[in-house]
Structure formats: structure tokens, C-alpha cells
């Protein structure tokens, strides 16, 4: 049985199945007991403990998601490294990967890798905006929801992008498939590697095959280098021409020739989402031209005449003449720089008047060949095209009587992509045969991905929402603790859902937090780590903590205020008194040195889980960077210093013998800032030091 199943994680992550085994570190789905949810919990494997690369990659993905968070890009809760083990406590996903579902499929329809697409790209693009390089996106990494959301992971190969360290392993790193050809030839990788990358997924996902394969890693990445893919319209012609045009920009060998970033080609996606018909201006699906013939058409002719001035003296000689050759044809008059020679004015005008007959004589003749008006034309009834596919009709000789034309085309709800909806003249109607019957033909339904208006203003997410054609919108007021009144809480459709203009849009909008009185739980007799997470399930906190002399073991709570069963608005804390124990409380003095930060901050010291100090301060701005602060224990405990709520430090307090010893360094996590904390007020992001590339 695996060691770590059973197993608790820092007290409060219960390890309960291995869910999959990667690389370098394997997964479980694990349970918050905290936070009362399931998470996922990556191990690094035991024996890549020692090995500084795999090391190396395990921290930077923990520190590359822990600075995102974005709807589609999986949420890091914790992280935890130590001498034993190194693990990132990460949402759990019950879903299966885009590569199964494409297994499963054989191919998806254009609408379905569109849908995917974007999720991806607005993913890659609030990471390119943090400064992050995924560097692997393949469809294994792309998490895939029952309801068709994805979450991108996997960020253990992820580069920030101002970084200009590199490893032996950087350059050729990621899943040769998908891989682009810089990261192939170990150039330089940018935000535009990821976009390639996008590419090839949007060709195996339009066609169910890979754009390169081959027996060997090497022979596939010579040919990322070097070939080029068949075109996709080739394996599925379904595949509409503006789409095919995007993802094969997304996979040029280029890099300048690719969409320099992914809100470029969210872009040119959107505006192929509002006409599916669209041809781009992308010369990337044909051969190249051809050179131009006219710059060598003097030369050409000159030995056009050579060559027949040859043939004359072959033959001449063949015959047995005896005169000399012909002598060669003189050049043209073009080919002269001479003096031009005058023409007579009676000449030129008598070439005119020739020539205005003569063009005279075959227009009138084409006209009585084509429209002969002495001719009568027969009539026909105008067919019924309406509901029936252009491209059917178009080529149809049912309809050989008539000229069908297009005279736009564009969204409509009741008729499929490709369908005739309206035609002029209408069907039925006395028209000559060859007449002209202009039709409208369908673009299909409008359909635009919902975007994320989750803390906005009601009034903003109203105006946001109508100027993208969704006006059947229905509020509903709800309570939120985190939500301030008249923002948006969610929505239903959720984010990233297609719809369309027809779609019902529910909007709850925060009234606020709900003052409810609740009634206070007991916590005498129990420690205060216990006691803490009981009240957080009643949205209280722990305020005031005063030592007692008692026969208690040391850190029971021994009294409360007010008491068990009183009336208290919710949010509201308690006070409580501990015992110290048989023995008196030692008092010790600790200095924390503090970050440089040039902004306003929040330091908090906590021990065992109580909060002892707080200030607010600019670290910056001290004359000395050193956070003395005085504390009083008994025995062995936990202090941590926090910064704006993230975890800086954490010690090994021995009140007893006066010493304290560093558990903990996160000071490298703040050398630019203030991380954001990734799990509130309970979270405790730790990070051992991490050595120079």
C-alpha cells in the first residue's frame, strides 16, 4: 500500500487515493478538512528527493500558479516543502483530459475546438501578463469539466519570462509533439512557443490526427524544424477556410509570422465567431508565387529569335546550299535607342477612324449574339429555395434556369450555417429564364462565450452584457461575505459558457453580508488550534488570548467570554484564558528581519495558531529593518510571521531553554512584493530556499 495513503498533511490534508502517477511526483485526491473539500495532492516522488532539476521544477511550478488565478488555470491552496517531502495541495478536478476526450471522439466539430481554444488562450494570456511561459501545453496537460470548462496544469516546466537563467534541460524541454521549433533547435522561448503550441492542439482537435508523428522523438522534432503539415481542410473538409487560416498562423515555423501574443488571436477568433465565413488575409495556405516572367522577357525573346536563327542555318546546311546563311533577324524597333521616326498626321488619323469601326462593328455584333432583341425569352417560375443549402442549390441543375447569387450572409437563429433563409424574387413569381435570384444565406446561430462578470458592478456588468447582444437578463439579490452590495456574485450560465442572444442571463447581485445573530459554541476544556476551527464553522474568531495559572495542560482554554449559548452578530470574536500549565510563563525576545518592501504592509506574528502582534507598517522605510517583538510560552511552539497574510517565516519556539530555530524562509518569495495569499487566513504557503541556477 502507498506510504502517504491514510496519511494527514500538516493536520488538516487527509491523503485518501493515488490518482495519478506523473514524471516526477504522483497525485492524490485528498481531503481539506479545514475548508470541508476535496483537493488534489502532487507528491514530489521520493526518489527525485535528491535530484536538484527535478527539485527545481517542482518549486517553480509552485511558484509560477500561486501567482495566477484565473478561471481556467488550476488553483494552487498550499504548498508545503521539507527535507521529507515537497507537495502543492491544488484544486480537485473530476474530469478526464482533452487528449482522452479527443481519443474518445476521433475528431471535434469546429464549434467544440473553438470552445476549447479560448478557454486556453485567455488562460495563457493572464499568464503571459504575469510573466510566465507554460512551455508544455499539450492536450494531456488541459483538464476538461462535465460541464465543458478546462482548467490548464502542469506548470512544473514553466519559465517567468524575465528570466534570464537557463538550464542544459531548458532547451529542448516539453512533449515533442507539440513542441515549437525554437524549443526544438533550443533558441530563445517566449510567450509565442505557447501560441505554436495552441496550433497544433487546434490541428489534432479539427482533424484527429497529430500535424507530424514519426517512430522516433528526434524525427519528430526534425520535423517541427523543418516540414510542413498537410493541410488540415485536406483531412476534414469541413473545416471552415477562416479557421484553418488561424490555426495555421498559430503554427508558423516563424515565430514573427505567428500571432505575436494570445489576445491577437482571441481577436481574429472572435471576429471568425461573428462571421464563420471569413477569409483572412493569411498567405500561408498556397505555394509560393511564382517569379515574376516579366523582368526576363527581353531576354526570353531575344533568344527566341537566336534559337530560330539557329534552326535556319541547320537547315540551310542540311539542304547543301551554297549561298550563306540568312543572316539573323534584326532586333525589334523597341529594342533600338535610336532617334524615333516621324509618322504623317493623314496616317495616324485614318488608323483611328479604322480602328473606332472596326471595335464599333464587334460590340454591336456581341450584343446581337448575346441579348438579341428580336429574340423571345421564355419564362420560368422562381424556385422555392428557402431552408435549402446554397452549396447544394449553387450547383444544382434543377435550377439551370437560374442564376443564384448571394447577397449576404449573416447570423440567424431559426436556419443552420449554410441554409438559404430569404430570396428575391420570391418563389412562385413569372421571371425570365436566366434571370438573377439573390439569396441571404445563414451563418447559423450567434453564439459568443459569456465572460466573467463575477465583482463587477451591477450597472457595468449590465452595459457589458448588452453591448455584446445579451439583453434577456434576470436579477436576483443574495447575501455574500465577500462580495460587497451591488456587485456581482455569479452568474448562471457560468463564465466561459457559450450562449447567445436568446440565452437567459441570471445575474445574483450582493446585498451584502447577512447579519445573522448565532449562538456561541463551548470551547472550554479544548485547546486553541481546535477551538479555532470549531468557531471559524460559526464565523467567529479567537480575539483576546490572556495566560491563566491551571491544573490544565498547558494551552487549554480555561475560560471564555462571553459564554457558551450568548447572542453575537456573526464576524464577531471571543476571549478566551489559557492555562499555562503547572510552571510560569517564559518570556522570550525574538528580532524578524523584514523584506524590503516599499509599501504599506500588515505584520502579524502568531503563535500556536493565536494571533500575539500586530502592525501596520512600510518596511522600507525603517531605520531598522529588524521586527523585535517580545512573547511569552511554555514548553515548544509555533510562530509564524506573516506579511499581508502570506506566511514569511515560521520558528521552533523553545520557551524552556529560551532558543528559537528557523523552520520556514519564504523571504525569497518577496524580494519583488507581496505574493497574494492563495488560501486566506488559515493558508501557510512554505518554500525551503531555493539555490541559484
Known sequence: MD?????????????????????????????????????AVKILRDEYMGNEEFLRRFRNESKAVATLSHPNIVKVYDVSFSQKMHSIVMEYIDGITLKEFIDQQGKLSWKETL????????????????????????????MLLSDGTIKVTDFGIARFARSNTKTIT???????????????????????????????????????????????????????????????????????????????????????????????????IDEFKKNPSISFAYKYLTTPEAAPVHANAAEGHTRSRTAVHSANVAAAQKLGKKHAAPEPPAQDEDDDFDEPRRIPFLSVLTGITVAFVL?????????????????????????????????????????????????????????????????????????????VIEVKVSAGAQVMTLMDLSGMEVNEAYTALKAKGLEKVNEMRVYSDTVAEGYVVK?????????????????????????????????EGMNVTDAKRLLKNFKISIGKVESV???????????????????VPQGSSIDVEISSGDGDLQKLSIAITLPKIDSLVTVE?????????????????????????????????????????????????????????????????????????????DSSSSEEPEDEE
Open 3 to 39: 506510504k502517504y495513503i491514510g496519511k494527514r498533511l500538516d493536520g488538516r490534508y487527509e491523503i485518501r487515493e493515488l490518482i495519478g502517477i506523473g514524471g516526477m511526483a504522483n497525485v492524490y485526491k485528498g481531503y481539506d478538512i479545514v475548508e470541508n473539500r476535496p483537493v
Open 115 to 142: 470552445h476549447f481554444t479560448v478557454q486556453v488562450l485567455r488562460a495563457l494570456q493572464h499568464a503571459h501578463d504575469n510573466g510566465i511561459v507554460h512551455r508544455d501545453i499539450k492536450p494531456q496537460n488541459i
Open 170 to 268: 531548458d532547451r529542448a524541454i516539453g512533449s515533442v509533439h507539440y513542441i515549437s521549433p525554437e524549443q526544438a533547435q533550443g533558441g530563445v522561448i517566449d510567450e509565442k512557443t505557447d501560441i505554436y503550441s495552441v496550433g497544433v492542439m487546434m490541428y489534432e482537435m479539427l482533424t484527429g490526427k497529430l500535424p507530424f508523428d514519426a517512430e522516433s522523438p528526434v524525427s519528430v522534432a526534425l520535423k517541427q524544424i523543418q516540414s510542413q503539415p498537410v493541410r488540415p481542410i485536406a483531412l476534414n473538409p469541413e473545416i471552415p477556410e477562416g479557421l484553418e487560416a488561424i490555426t495555421m498562423r498559430a503554427m508558423q515555423k516563424d515565430p514573427a509570422r505567428r500571432y505575436q501574443s494570445a489576445a491577437e488571436m482571441l481577436r481574429d
Open 359 to 435: 471595335v464599333s462593328a464587334i460590340f454591336v455584333g456581341t450584343m446581337f449574339y448575346f441579348n438579341n432583341p428580336f429574340q423571345t425569352v421564355e419564362n420560368v417560375k422562381a424556385p422555392d429555395l428557402v431552408g435549402q443549402k446554397f452549396d447544394s442549390v449553387k450547383y444544382d441543375p434543377t435550377y439551370a434556369d437560374v442564376e443564384i447569387r448571394v447577397e449576404r450572409k449573416e447570423f440567424n437563429d431559426k436556419y443552420e450555417n449554410g441554409e438559404i433563409y430569404e430570396q428575391n424574387p420570391k418563389a412562385g413569381r413569372d421571371i425570365k429564364k436566366g434571370s
Open 491 to 523: 452568474t448562471d450560465p457560468e463564465p466561459n459558457t457559450q450562449v447567445g442572444p436568446d440565452t437567459e442571463i441570471q445575474v445574483f447581485v450582493s446585498m451584502g453580508r447577512e447579519n445573522k445573530m448565532l449562538s456561541i459554541p463551548n470551547v
Open 549 to 567: 495559572e491551571s491544573d490544565l495542560p498547558p494551552g487549554t482554554i480555561v475560560k471564555q467570554y462571553p459564554e457558551e449559548g450568548a447572542e
Open 605 to 681: 506574528a502568531w503563535l500556536d495558531g493565536v494571533l500575539i502582534h500586530e502592525e501596520k507598517m512600510t518596511p522600507a522605510q525603517q531605520e531598522d529593518t529588524k521586527w523585535e517583538k517580545a512573547y511569552e510560552g511554555y514548553g515548544t511552539q509555533t510562530l509564524e510571521i506573516r506579511i499581508n497574510g502570506v506566511l514569511y517565516q515560521s520558528f521552533e519556539v523553545d520557551f524552556d531553554e529560551g532558543k528559537h530555530r528557523k523552520e520556514v524562509d519564504n523571504s525569497e518569495m518577496f524580494t519583488s512584493g507581496v505574493p497574494e495569499s492563495s488560501g486566506g487566513e
